[in-house]
Structure formats: C-alpha cells, structure tokens
C-alpha cells in the first residue's frame, strides 16, 4: 500500500505539473508571437522608413554635390565639358532615387496605419506621410525650379548670375533638409514609441509566464508536501547518515523499519557504510606501509596487482645517508629510531609532494620511483629532480633537528649529508613475488645504474649524480655540470653523469664560475691536455674551494701526468666498487 501510494500521489504531481506546464507553455507561445509580430513590423516597417528617409535627405546633399561640381566644371577656362556630363547625369539620376526613397517611406508608414493587427498611432504617422507629401511636391518642386534656373544661366555662362541662384539653391537645400530631418525626427519618435509598446508586451508576457510558473510551483510544493509526509523520516535518517558518511564518520548506520524502497535503500546504504569502512582501515594500515596511490590502486585498480609487468619509461632515485654509520655508533636504539623515523620522514615529503612512489626503505637508504600510471611519462624526469634539489635543501633541518632530537646539544652535524643517485630509463614495473607475497615495484637496469650511481657521490665527493638520460628529460629548468663519463660496476658501457646545481637563474657567480671551469678542464682531461686541465681546475678551486669534483678530477689529472692512460684510453673512468 505504501509503495502503490507513492506512486499515486507521484503520478498526480506529475500529471498537474504537466497540466500546468503545457498551459504556461501555451500562453507563453501566444505573448512570444504578440512580441515577435511587433518586433516584425519595427523591423520590416519603421526602421526602413527612417532609413528611406535619411537615404532621401543624403541623395539630396549628393545631388547638390553634383551640381556645385556641374558649375566648377563649366567655369573652368577651357570649361571641362567631360566632367559636366558625368556629374550632369549623377544630377538627374539622383532626383529620381530622391522620389523613390520617399515614396518607400510612404508605402511603408501606410502600410503600418492600414495594418489593424498591431497598436501604432496613426494620427502622427497620417502627419508623417503628409509632411512627406508636402516637401515632395512643393519644397522640392521650388528647389527643382531654382536648380533648372541655375543651369540655364549655366550654359549662357552668366557666371556672376550663376553665383547669385547657386546661394539661392543652396538655402532652399538647406530648408530641405531640416525639413527632412524634422520628418526623421518625428518618425524616430513614433518608433521609440513602437519600441515602448513592445517593451510593455514583453513585461507582461515575461509576468504572466512567472505567475503561470509560480502557480506551478506552489501546486507542486503542496502535492509534494503531501507524498513527503508519511517518508521524510526515514529520508531525513539517510540524509544525516549521508552527510556524516561524508564528514568522515563511518561509524553511521540507520535503523530499516520498513520493507519498501526507503527501507531498501536504509538496507543498501548500511552495507556500502560497512565496505567503506572496511577500505578505510585497509587504506590506513597499508598507507603506512607502501605508498597511499599504490594502496588506492590495489584497491580501486585490480588491474595494477596482474602478475605480469609492463615495460615501462621510469626514473629512478636512490638516496642514503652519508655520516650515519658513525653517527649511529653511539645512540641508543630509541634514539636510533628517533633519527631514522624523523630523517625519513624529512626526506621522504619532497618525494611524494613531487608525485613520486616510495617504493622501500632499505636501512637509512630510500628507494622511490616515478614514471605511468602515477606520472606521465614526459614529466617524471623533471619531478625526480625537483625533488633531489628539495631534499638537498632539507639538509640544514636534519642537521639541526638531529641533536635535539638525541637531547645532545652541540653534537658536529657536518658529516651528515645525502648521496642521492637518479636514472632514467627503461623498467619492469607491476606486481613482482611469490604466490604468498607480492610488491609492485620497478626492476631492470636503470634501478641498477640509479642505485650504483649513489655510490659514486664517493667518489666525486657529490651530493647528487644523475644520469644523462634524467638531464635530458627534464628540460631546461635546471642547471647542472657535467661530471664525467663512467663506467660503474656491473656495466660494459660507459654512462655520462651530471650533477644538478639548483633550479635555472639560481646560481652564485661563484657557481657559475667554478662550473665554466670544471667543464674547460674535463675536456683538457679527456684530451690528455694535463697541464691546461690542472690550471682549469685549479682555477675551479678558486672559485669554490671545496668543490668536490673540482678536488677529485685535479687528484687525477695528476695521476694521469705522472703515469698516462694506455692509447686506447678512452676518456671514461671505471668504478669497480
């Protein structure tokens, strides 16, 4: 009963509605056709009437135009009579256009009085077309005779008699004129008040529509009210249970006291209350455990946890804590914790504000990785290197949070400083392990060559080695230096690598300086230039003393002074560790 209810008490609400609609709708089309007929006669009757009008009184000023060139042309010495024909027949071809114009306005302004369909005020439009009249066959007419007087004594070449009637001719034009004008005037007027007719339709035909809807709105409101009294209870519980599902509190359920649809819906909402709040705790508990996007894909994506991966572009980072072997000697395993819980968190935000996946902690070492269906593949290389610079720039927080952290204040902090290493390049990605543990990760060669070239900071005494695969990728929001060309272990070819300096336009002169002579000594370097490489460099060092790749290339420039390289020495340096 209480289903067929609904339904009824719907149907009637429908079936007003729709009663009401189609009436509103009916009258609406009646006062738009009212509206739309007026706007039709404006349009086809009174602004082409002003417009005949205002093309008489402009034909007029061309045809006296005209004539003012007639008479030049005759007084001219010899007269030009070429030009008095040509504007003799502009002359005459105007004073035609001039009663054609005028008689379309007639037409025009009698056909809106005969016209009973619309209201118009004929008495000042029977005015008009007199007026009309009356400048045609009387003003004109004494115009016309003065201009014909004009040309006869033209053509007798009475030039001072000439001059007298052309004043004469151009006053009764100028008469004309106003008298046009005052014409146009009293047209423009009757129109504004066509206008305003029309205007005054529209207002009344927008007000009924709003009193037909309003009527509508208010029959709808009441028959609504009726259907709603015996549900808005149960309605009113699925909206509060809605809101609060919304807000974050999962905790909701609503009690089901009837069989109907609201009770099924209660039913149904109860149960997605349930599977949200199972997702929220798997999301929670795994979020701190592998990367939220991840967590989100497993649940939402089934696809991401197929066993078999996709070859993919990726880039690759791989960071670990200089200093904290011997740093760590000391602490308790609480404070141990303390700084590790605190130093990978610091190092972990720039990451993950940078789009990228933590994929593993291994010790005081991070592994992240960026690359589809996290990040599209023409960005990753670029936020991988956003966020090398910014965990650089967390150095100074670690080093002071560390000793307060351990409550040993004045603790040396210089030590502690990050290897970060990043590649570019092909990889397996997807859902990697066994039948009773998967990992979705990244494997191949490039996590190989990111990880390997961390290690190699040592070497150069870097904070940063990236590959040239990354640099190219990342466009050209940063600066960097080339380093050199390796081969690190495990590998047969030989990798060129760089260092990022900081974000473009960003530098210290001294960087610059000591980056324009790095660079001048590597390609002393590499042509066996030693003496030029070493004064390079050296002058590297003088910009930056302490510029590790300064200090280590000079170290081996020497080396390579005292003992040379084999022939075949290519230029690339092998590190076998």
């Not at 602490?331 to 303390?338: A, F």
Request: with cysteine; hydrophobic share 45%.
């Amino acid at each position: 009963m209480i289903k067929r209810s609904i339904r009824r008490r719907i149907v009637a609400i429908a079936v007003g509605l729709i009663v009401l609609m189609v009436a509103t709708s009916v009258l609406s089309m009646v006062m738009v056709g009212r509206v739309g007929h007026l706007l039709d006669e404006l349009t086809v009757r009174y602004i082409p009437a002003n417009v005949h009008l205002t093309r008489a009184n402009i034909l007029s000023l061309e045809r006296a135009l005209a004539l003012r060139r007639m008479v030049i042309a005759k007084m001219q010495e010899p007269p030009d009579e070429t030009g008095y024909k040509f504007q003799k027949q502009l002359y005459d071809a105007k004073a035609a256009e001039i009663d054609s114009e005028a008689q379309a306005a007639r037409k025009l302004i009698n056909a809106i009085i005969d016209d009973t369909s619309t209201p118009s005020d004929n008495a000042a439009l029977a005015r008009i077309d007199s007026r009309i009249d009356s400048l045609m066959s009387e003003s004109r007419q004494h115009l016309e005779q003065e201009s014909e007087d004009l040309l006869s004594e033209l053509d007798a070449r009475e030039f001072p008699a000439v001059r007298r009637s052309l004043a004469r001719v151009d006053s009764l034009r100028d008469q004309l004129s106003e008298k046009i004008d005052a014409v146009r005037a009293e047209m423009l007027k009757v129109s504004y008040g066509a206008v305003a007719t029309i205007r005054s339709e529209q207002t009344q035909a927008v007000l009924i529509s709003a009193i037909a809807t309003l009527l509508a709105a208010i029959v709808g409101l009441i028959f609504a009210n009726l259907v709603s009294g015996g549900i808005i209870r149960s309605v009113r519980q699925l909206l509060e249970g809605t809101r609060a599902v919304e807000a974050g509190q999962l905790d909701q359920s609503i009690e089901v006291t009837t069989g109907d649809e609201i009770g099924q819906l209660a039913a149904a909402f109860n149960r997605m209350v349930v599977q949200l709040r199972d997702n929220q705790r798997v999301r929670e508990t795994f979020g701190k455990y592998i990367d939220p996007r991840v967590v989100e894909g497993l649940i939402d994506r089934p696809t991401l946890t197929a066993a078999e991966g996709q070859r993919r572009i990726m880039t690759v980072l791989f960071c670990d804590l200089k200093g904290f072997t011997s740093l760590s000697e000391g602490m308790t395993p609480q404070g141990l914790v303390k700084v590790m819980n605190r130093y990978l968190s610091i190092m972990s935000e720039p990451i993950r504000t940078n789009r990228g996946i933590i994929d593993k902690y291994i010790g005081d070492g991070i592994m992240a990785y960026w690359g589809p269906p996290f990040v599209d593949e023409a960005d990753h290389a670029r936020f991988a290197s956003l966020a090398v610079m910014e965990m650089i720039e967390r150095i100074a927080t670690l080093r002071q949070e560390i000793p307060e952290l351990l409550g040993v204040r004045g603790t040396p902090m210089e030590k502690c400083d990050l290897r970060i290493g990043v590649a570019t390049g092909e990889a397996l990605v997807g859902s990697i392990g066994s039948d009773v543990m998967m990992s979705y990760t990244v494997m191949g060669d490039v996590v190989n060559l990111a990880s390997r070239l961390e290690g190699v900071n040592k070497t150069y005494g870097t904070r940063n080695l990236v590959s040239e695969r990354t640099i190219a990728a990342a466009g050209a929001a940063l600066e960097v230096r080339e380093i050199d060309r390796v081969v690190v272990a495990g590998h047969t070819h030989s990798e060129i690598i760089f260092e990022i300096l900081g974000r473009k336009g960003e530098l210290a002169p001294q960087q610059f300086i000591s980056r324009d002579k790095y660079l001048e000594g590597l390609a002393a370097y590499r042509e066996q230039r030693w003496d030029e490489a070493l004064g390079a460099l050296n002058d590297s060092l003088g910009a930056i003393p302490d510029d590790g790749p300064s200090m280590a290339l000079f170290k081996r420039v020497e080396s390579f002074k005292a003992n040379p390289p084999p022939r075949d020495w290519d230029g690339a340096w092998h590190i076998d560790k």
